[in-house]
Structures are given as structure tokens and as C-alpha cells.
């Protein structure tokens, strides 16, 4: 049949947390053409190279469609009732925190949502963790200390808005490229000045008027000179800063703080502090770079200090930006999908705002403990604390810092249960029940971008053989449970509404996460919602915070805090004298389950490689496209070499996205060590120690 008479759908990208709008028609024999959607406030109509290239990657050649059981193929009913009674079992013999879910920002917000309403109101732990820790975590952190909420201040407009956008820690031209070229066309028609701050020379630098080629890990002395310079030149905003704490300590560390660290030179500092001191409308795009370190909460509050000491926070063109990665992360931090977070922004330790979610959810209680993250979760099933273990939409063997380490650990977990799209993974390999899950295309919900627009993603497939949609899956654990009425659902519209609902009381008690205008939307409605950015209330649909000086602490200031340089955790040495950073490509995602199927995605750089400086190049004896071998304290990798000076001599580059599958010799985190920010509890991914020799 041909699909070219049905209509198109709206629907929103599954990749990164731009969260652009995409167009669907069915073509009728299974697969779908694919265009921007002209009318979405993220993208206007925009694609990158994987957008576009999403018709590609809608095939079935790989799906799981058949629950599994010890490799067996089974039915829904028998694997359900095990995956149910094995987790009641782990939980009756050593206790709720004996259970864990990692999940995944690839989730629905209705998926996310049921996850952890079964994890922290019915089996009562907080072992609920996603790979969004891996991510944003740091931002969250930051955010909560300086403004009392998770809350992103600004909005995606800012960037036609503003006269000058830094770049921290963000290869937005390749991580972020609809954005990026939002940025680009407001150089071309206002003039915009663009800063990239980041030890790599990447494709973001093509379109900056200055790039800060920083040592790793050094933001927080480069952002503490700024604040210096802010002072001394008085050039912060005494009014605003009536809204705030902390302005006096924060100077105070920050005039303490060693610029040099950076191993920018003065020239090169006095040109960005001029720039940023001397620009009103000021946007600093912050991601991974500052995220994943030991130090990103301090990076992040680093950044902010210098955005609340000017008052350049929540006004036209001005404002701290965190781009997710994923395309629901902020979904994600929505229901409370982190082990440290309750649903709708509400605070685990605070016990006013548990009682509020115990209740609403008529649950028994609500754990008081933050519960395991990643990292630690991970060690928890390595040792044997983590009976029964849940994955979701991701695979951590590959991804997670010590990827070795944690293969070994899902491997010898008593029971492991992974929903994904498809078997051939490196995680699901090593599960002992496979829960075909629908995908991209097949999924139904919603999910929110980097500037907390909610976007629907729509399905125009039939869900292929036995797949069924991961909220449905969930709720249908918690009934075998014996939480018949808590999970009682039977579409995502009633999910959708429960949350907002529960938003509209987190609302009432004073935090920013509040769609309760939502809360009665019908199911037509539902089905028709068009891209709205919360809050969504009655007397409120979306807009910027932060612009009247009013904040989440009990108080209503946000908090300047003093941060100071830290170092990244490993050293450097005789033995492991390079620095190794890792980041993804332009037209790969994740551990390319999906990205992988597209020819000509994979056409892009198409096998794994290691860019080094041409003088440790000459130093080692690596010679163009020789294959050198890596090692670091937690594992080894083989790749071929690119000689660049896009990186800085002692520094390496690799990205994050083979796996045993698509290449064994070059699953980059099995070398990355599992060093966390205390704060965030975020792992160091940008700032390992290896060796490097010619193989
Ligand atoms: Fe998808 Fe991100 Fe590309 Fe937009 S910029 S099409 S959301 S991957």
C-alpha cells in the first residue's frame, strides 16, 4: 500500500534534548518518511544529520519481539508473574533497598513516571537511577543549590536574543546541532559573538570569535576570574543581588582562586572577562564538559555565580542554558526519576514534601534515604547487595564507567531484567528475562526539552509482535505485585494526568514544576497537545523564571557559593602520562542500537579512533592511522590514531559510542574510572589517565 495520501503526525526526535519536532507519514509497509516540523518552537523545521536520517532506523531487523526467559522465548503472562514474584522475593528476604531500576533518559515521561512511583511509593526504596546521572546530574545539583529547584531559568528564544553566547563544555555544533545553528544564524543577523570554552578544538570552534582552550577540568578558576573581574570593575548588579546569599564568600573565594591553572594567558583572560563584563545579553550553554567531572557541581555554580552577580538570569537574551543529552532527560528530573529526587521537584529529605507525594500516592510511605546512584548501584550488584535488578532503555555494560567492572557485576546478579528494542546489545546479553519493549515511532507520551518544552511523541506503527510500551509493562509488575489500584492504568493520557496533578500540589507548596492546568485534560486533548513549555498553570503557560528575583529556597534568594578549583581526581604520571577525553560523534548516538542502522550515518567516521597531538604522536612512534593500544587502571583499548592539533599535547580524544558488538577492542569506558562528584554523584568522564603505545 502506498502511504503517500495519509496524513503526517506530529512527533518529537528521540536523540538529544533539543527535543525538535518532527513530522511522520506512514509509507504503509512498515517504515515512514521523515521531515522537520516547521511549526515547532525547538527546531522550526530544522534537522541534523540523524533527524533526517530517522526513516532509516525504523526497520525491524533487529527487534526483539518476544518476551524471553533464559533465552527461551516465552508470553507476557509467565515472564511478568516471574519478573513480579522474583522482585517480591528479593524484597520479602533482605528488604525493599535489595531491588534496584536503572532507567534511562530515552524513557517516555509517563514510562518515567510509573518507574518510580513503583520503585519509591510501593516498593519502598529510592534504588531508582538512570543514566541521566551519567549526564546532567551536576546541573541538577548546581541548579537545586543556587536556586532552590531544579530549574532551568531561561528559554530557547534567548539565543536569537542575546549579543554573545559561550560554549562551556559543549561541542553543540556536533552534540547539539539544531541549536547551534540557531546560534550561527543569530551571528549572521545580529551579530552574536560566540566563546568556546573547551580543551578541544571541535566543530563549535568554526563559528566562535574566541576559543579558551582550557586545561581539563580547570572551568571553575576561569569562571571564578570572571566573577573577580565582575567585582572589581563593578560591574555587578546591586539590586538584583538583593535577591541573593553568598555574593561576599563567593568574591572572596574567587579573588583566592589560581587562574593559572588554566594555562590560559593573560591576553586570553582579559579578552573573554572584557567580552562577557562589557555584553549585556549574555546565554552560557553549559554541558558535558562541565557535567561529567568530579568537580561539575562547582562548575555549575561557578557559572551561575557569575550570571546572578549581574542579574543576567531570567531576562530576554540573557541566562545559564544546560543542553541534556537526552532527548527526556528533563522528563526524567520531572517525576523524579533520580535516586536522590522525589516526583514533580519535590525533595526526598525534606519530609513535608515526601508526606505530600506518600499521600497523593496513597502509598504506605515514602522512602526517607536517597538511594543508590549509578556508580554506586552498580558496585551495590557487584557485591551482591542488589538481589534483583531492572534495566531499562539503556546499556550500562558499555556506558557505564569500569564497563568491564559492570558487565561482570550484571553478569553475576542473582536476577536481571532488561526492556529494550532489541537483543543484540552488550547488557542484554547478560539478562535473564528480555522484555520487548515498543520504540521510537511505536512509543505514545511525552517528553520535555533542554528549555522545558513538552512534546509529544506520537505513534504511527502498530507496536511489532509481542512489544508493548514500557509504562504498560511497569504497571502491569506493580499489579502482579499486589499494587492493583496504584497501578491501575490503561493509557499514558491518565499517567499524564495523575503528574500533573501531583505537579499542581508540589505547585502549591512553593515549586517551580507545576502543569496543573493539565491535570483534567481530556484524552482528545491529550492526543492533540501541541508543544507547550511549563509551567503550565492557570494563571501561567511557560516564560522565563527568575526575571523577578523571586527563587525556590524557603527565603526566595538564590545562593551565590563559593567554589574553588579542584583537580581532576586522577593524576597524570610516568605510567599513564595522558589525559583522555571522551564525548560522542556527530551522527551517533549513545551505543548506536538505532544510529547504527542508518548507512549513512555510520558512513560519517565509520570506525574508532583516538585524535593525539602530533608531538606526543612523534614522542610514542605513532604514525598516521597506526593502531595504538590505551590503558588506564580499569581496562585497555585498541584504536586507530588520528594526529591532530584539535587536541592539546598530553591530551587524547576518543568517543563513547563502540560496544562489544561494534567494536569489542574500543568500549571506551571500560578505561574510564568510576571517580564521582560528591555532590552530583556524576562519574569523570572526560578526564581519565591512560597509557598510550603503538600496537
Ligand atoms: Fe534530533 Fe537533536 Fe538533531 Fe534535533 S538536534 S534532530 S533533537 S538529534
Not at 119 to 134: P, Q
Not at 251 to 267: H, R
Not at 678 to 692: L, T, Y
Amino acid at each position: 500500500m502506498d502511504g503517500a495520501g495519509l496524513p503526517e503526525t506530529r512527533s518529537a526526535c528521540p536523540y538529544c534534548g533539543v527535543g525538535c519536532g518532527v513530522l511522520l507519514r506512514p509509507d504503509g509497509q512498515g517504515g515512514m518518511d521523515v521531515r522537520g516540523d516547521p511549526d515547532h518552537p525547538a527546531n522550526f523545521g530544522r534537522l541534523c544529520s540523524k533527524g533526517s536520517a530517522l526513516a532509516e532506523t525504523v526497520g525491524l531487523s533487529q527487534r526483539l519481539l518476544t518476551p524471553r526467559i533464559a533465552g527461551r522465548e516465552t508470553g507476557w503472562d509467565e515472564t511478568l508473574q516471574l519478573v513480579a514474584d522474583k522482585f517480591s522475593e528479593a524484597i520479602s528476604q533482605h528488604g525493599p533497598d535489595s531491588v534496584a531500576f536503572y532507567v534511562s533518559g530515552q524513557l517516555l515521561t509517563e514510562d518515567y513516571y510509573v518507574a518510580n512511583k513503583l520503585m519509591k511509593g510501593f516498593i519502598g526504596s529510592a534504588n531508582i537511577d538512570t543514566n541521566s546521572r551519567l549526564c546532567m546530574a551536576s546541573s541538577v545539583a548546581g541548579h537545586k543549590r543556587a536556586f532552590g529547584t531544579d530549574t532551568v531559568p531561561g528559554t530557547y528564544e534567548d539565543l536569537e536574543e542575546a549579543d554573545l553566547v559561550v560554549l562551556v563544555g559543549s561541542n553543540l555544533a556536533w552534540c547539539h546541532p539544531v541549536l547551534y545553528q540557531r546560534v550561527l544564524a543569530a551571528k549572521t543577523q545580529r551579530g552574536t559573538r560566540i566563546v568556546v570554552v573547551d580543551p578541544r578544538r571541535t566543530a563549535s570552534c568554526d563559528g566562535a570569535d574566541l576559543h579558551l582552550a582550557l586545561r581539563p577540568g580547570s572551568d571553575v578558576a576561569l569562571f571564578n576570574r570572571l566573577l573577580a573581574e565582575i567585582y572589581q570593575g563593578g560591574a555587578f548588579d546591586a539590586d538584583f543581588l538583593r535577591n541573593t546569599t553568598g555574593f561576599d564568600a563567593a568574591i572572596q573565594t574567587a579573588m583566592g582562586d589560581d587562574v593559572s591553572v588554566t594555562g590560559l594567558s593573560e591576553q586570553e583572560l582579559a579578552a573573554f572577562c572584557k567580552l562577557w563584563v562589557g555584553t549585556e545579553k549574555v546565554v552560557t550553554i553549559y554541558s558535558q564538559g562541565v557535567n561529567q567531572s568530579t568537580s561539575g557541581s562547582d562548575k555549575v555554580n561557578a557559572i551561575l555565580n557569575c550570571h546572578l552577580a549581574t542579574g543576567r538570569i531570567g531576562k530576554p537574551g540573557c541566562g545559564p542554558l544546560s543542553v541534556t543529552g537526552q532527548p527526556n532527560a528533563m522528563g526524567g528530573r520531572e517525576v523524579g526519576g533520580l535516586a536522590n529526587m522525589l516526583a514533580c521537584h519535590l525533595d526526598l529529605e525534606n519530609p513535608d514534601h515526601r508526606n505530600t507525594v506518600r499521600d497523593f500516592w496513597s502509598s504506605s510511605s515514602v522512602p526517607e534515604a536517597p538511594g543508590l546512584k549509578a556508580v554506586d548501584m552498580f558496585r551495590a550488584v557487584g557485591d551482591g547487595r542488589i538481589k534483583a535488578l531492572w534495566i531499562i532503555h539503556t546499556n550500562p555494560a558499555v556506558s557505564m564507567p569500569e564497563a568491564n567492572a559492570v558487565q561482570d557485576a550484571i553478569a553475576r546478579c542473582p536476577f536481571t531484567v532488561v526492556s529494550d528494542i532489541t537483543a543484540n546489545t552488550d547488557t542484554a546479553r547478560l539478562a535473564d528475562v528480555l522484555l520487548p519493549a515498543t520504540a521510537w515511532g511505536e512509543k505514545d507520551g511525552t517528553v520535555t526539552n533542554s528549555d522545558r518544552t513538552i512534546s509529544r511523541q506520537r505513534s504511527v506503527l502498530a507496536a511489532p509482535g509481542q512489544a508493548r510500551a514500557d509504562w504498560d509493562i511497569l504497571a502491569e509488575v506493580g499489579r502482579r505485585m499486589g499494587f492493583e489500584d496504584a497501578f491501575d492504568y490503561q493509557t499514558p493520557a491518565e499517567i499524564f494526568r495523575e503528574h500533573a496533578a501531583l505537579s499542581g500540589m508540589a505547585g502549591q507548596i512553593g515549586r517551580d514544576f507545576d502543569i496543573s492546568a493539565l491535570a483534567d485534560i481530556s484524552d482528545n486533548a491529550y492526543a492533540d497537545l501541541v508543544p507547550v513549555r511549563w509551567p503550565v498553570t492557570p494563571n501561567r503557560i511557560g516564560g522565563r523564571f527568575f526575571g523577578d528575583g523571586n527563587f525556590f529556597h524557603a527565603d526566595k534568594k538564590a545562593r551565590l557559593l563559593p567554589v574553588s578549583w579542584r583537580p581532576p581526581a586522577a593524576k597524570t604520571g610516568p605510567r599513564y602520562p595522558y589525559r583522555l577525553n571522551t564525548g560522542r560523534l556527530r551522527d551517533q548516538w549513545h551505543t548506536m542500537t538505532r544510529t547504527a542502522l542508518s548507512p549513512r550515518l555510520s558512513a560519517h567516521l565509520p570506525e574508532p579512533f583516538v585524535d593525539l597531538h602530533p608531538d606526543d604522536a612523534a614522542t610514542a612512534g605513532i604514525e598516521p592511522a597506526d593502531l595504538v593500544r590505551l590503558s588506564s587502571r580499569a581496562g585497555t583499548g585498541i584504536l586507530r590514531a588520528r594526529i591532530s592539533d584539535t587536541v592539546q599535547p598530553g591530551q587524547l580524544f576518543a568517543s563513547m559510542h563502540w560496544t562489544g558488538e561494534t567494536a569489542p577492542s574500543a568500549r571506551i569506558d571500560a578505561l574510564v574510572e568510576a571517580a564521582t562528584d560528591p555532590v552530583s554523584g556524576q562519574p569523570e568522564s572526560k578526564a581519565s589517565v591512560v597509557a598510550m603505545t603503538r600496537y
